[in-house]
């Protein structure tokens, strides 16, 4: 098997007490996605489906609620145990987006909420999906939307180049957060995969900050590689990072707090029967 750098990267992040920080902050908004999500992938009674990249267990949780024999994957073992203690109800077990661990046509639907911008071979990981899926059972996937319109995101990105930071040499060469934002290369993602009927869609909402000091601490608890990103710099460079990215936002400042835009990628295809 290659060498993986960055998914070595990301699952040694992913164990590093970033699940509770996770949980805590950027989770309310990732969650907004779920139920489009499941609505895009049909997710109903009785259905057999997996949830890939689990993390604390909020689409699992939530594709039970609508009544589906559910397992939530993740290779992180912190985000399981928070998975477990927040959703008895679904079945969890530790594994790898590259090589599930079921075999051909286990499940009617798989979907993965925010998986997208963490693997360093995506492609071969929608292939694993699609073969785990039944034939005519459908695949749903989710990531950020072009940093324009996901500021939350987007302004780390502005604000890192706006500081001068350097990229610390030990980062591993990642793909880009935002590489499957355009509709065209979502959709040749699916079909490249051998999915059919690909269908793109954006989500786009507001989330709604009472402190930026404890949002910008969820940021860097709650994320890998932005948090390296900006916790190798120098002291005085990370907080040139933090004052500009206050000002970036500073336009979406309301009374009571600030209201960020948010936009959310939304694919899905169907298994051809």
Sequence with gaps: MMADPF??????????????????????????????????????????????????????ARAA???????????????????????????????????????????????????????????????????????????GLTTWDAPQRTRFVGAVIDALAGAGASMPDDLPAGPSIFQYSPDREFMKLLLDAGLSEPIVERISFTHHIDDLDDFWADVLGGTVRTTVMITSQPPETQAEIRRRYGELLEPYRTDDGWDIPCSVKLGSAQKPA
């Design 65 to 139: 609620e609508r009544g589906a024999d559910t397992v939530g994957i993740d290779f992180s073992p912190e985000m399981l145990e928070l998975a477990g203690r927040l959703h008895p109800e679904p079945e969890f077990r530790e594994g790898d987006a590259n090589a599930l661990p079921f075999e051909d046509e286990s499940f009617d639907v798989v979907v993965a909420n925010f998986l997208m911008p963490h693997l360093s071979d995506l492609p071969g990981a929608v292939r694993e999906a699609v073969r785990v899926t039944r034939a005519g059972g459908r695949v």
């Design 7 to 60: 998914g070595e990267f990301e699952k040694d992040g992913w164990n590093a007490g970033r699940a509770e920080p996770y949980h805590h902050g950027i989770a309310a908004i990732t969650t907004r996605a779920i139920d489009p999500l499941l609505d895009a992938a049909g997710v109903a009674t009785g259905m057999r489906v997996l949830d890939i990249a689990t993390g604390p267990g909020y689409v699992a």
